[in-house]
């Protein structure tokens, strides 16, 4: 595909020294990164950070931002390039040109069972040794890949991708366009127990799971239904791998949970929320809007809406710097202290010497 061809399909103006007849406007096969790119390829930069690699790259073509000290580099070099106000959203779209995620043709496999009772939308796939319980529903175009189980009562949203061996619980509800991947298991039971007569009762989950339209669920991530009531994962919110979400939780629209964030039941989540890898949430946590939390933070009580935070507890990013500096030098602060401390020792003795002398 030629590079004005890609420039038209992203809807980016193309450059005026570009045309058909030119060198300019060279044969693009795939995408690659900047630093690994080859020719053929297209790639982009985001910002002066990767200047040096526009040197270097051996990319046919790059998405640079609106820098006009890149696009002159780049001119210089003779590398063709457009301009995005965001490169790597445009990158990404380039990406979806050259590729697409496999996808069965509809059908259903022989070897899977369906219950008669399950109702099944046009262009349906489902794969081998596929298990659907009864009373379920699968939207138009849903894609439900080999191994998966369905429990009864699941209503699963048009185009909606349910990867290979990842299982839906009883009553939960998915939305339209969602991707489940490998692994996962929405809507299991909570972990409720009651302690009575020296042993742990177990408390019936009778709620259920929701996740709202275009909800992707990462690989062995896990989503528990509650006691009563429901969990809910908001629009457009996106876990990563082996991320756990507890009973009743309830997580808002475009949030973004990176691998081994763990709430605890009850937790809320404010739209847009951003939490990193390993982040920690206790019991009955409100997180505010647009809150951001660095890897490992712990997160206690309230995080009021837009903060950023760090650490174990959780406190503000700048405070957690300067925490962060004096705990590294602790060491030297408690040499210091021992040294005071022997000083003052050593000035009450003498004191204590002088005051026997004068009596």
């Not at 081994?260 to 505010?288: E, H, P, S």
Request: charged share 15%.
């Amino acid at each position: 595909m030629k590079f004005s061809q890609i420039a038209a399909r992203l809807g980016l103006p193309v450059q005026s020294s570009l045309s058909s007849d030119s060198g300019d406007d060279p044969d693009l096969t795939g995408v690659a990164a900047i630093h690994s790119a080859e020719p053929g390829t297209l790639s982009y930069i985001e910002g002066g950070k990767f200047a040096t690699y526009l040197a270097t790259t051996g990319a046919s073509a790059v998405i640079l931002p609106q820098d006009a000290v890149l696009q002159a580099q780049a001119t210089e070099r003779g590398l063709p390039w457009l301009s995005s106000t965001d490169p790597r959203l445009a990158f990404a779209r380039a990406i979806s040109i050259f590729y697409q995620p496999f996808q069965p043709q509809p059908g259903i496999h022989p070897t899977a069972v369906i219950d008669p009772s399950v109702h099944l939308g046009d262009q349906v796939s489902i794969g081998a040794h596929v298990v659907i319980q009864p009373n379920v529903t699968l939207g138009a175009g849903v894609c439900v890949h080999p191994n998966v189980v369905i429990y009864p009562d699941v209503v699963v949203g048009d185009r909606t991708v349910l990867h290979a061996n990842c299982v839906l619980h009883e009553r939960t509800q998915i939305g339209v366009d969602c991707v489940i991947h490998s692994g996962a298991v929405i809507g299991a039971e909570g972990f409720g127990f009651t302690f009575t007569n020296g042993a742990w009762e177990k408390i019936q989950q009778s709620g259920f799971a929701v996740l709202e339209d275009g909800v992707e669920v990462g690989c062995n991530t896990t989503i528990d239904r509650p006691t009563v009531g429901e969990t809910r994962i908001g629009a457009n919110t996106k876990l990563d791998n082996l991320v756990h979400i507890a009973h009743n939780c309830q997580v808002g629209k475009s949030c973004v949970m990176a691998a081994q964030v763990g709430l605890a039941g009850q937790v809320q989540v404010g739209d847009r929320a951003i939490l990193g890898g390993q982040v920690g949430a206790a019991n009955q946590t409100q997180i505010g809007a647009d809150v951001q939390a660095g890897a490992k933070a712990g997160l206690h009580g309230q995080v009021a809406p837009g903060s950023v935070v760090m650490g174990n507890p959780a406190s503000p990013y700048r405070i957690f710097l300067k925490s962060s500096a004096i705990y590294n030098r602790l060491p030297d602060m408690q040499r210091t202290l021992r040294d005071l401390q022997r000083q003052v020792a050593d000035l009450q003795q003498r004191l204590e010497s002088s005051q026997s002398e004068v009596s």
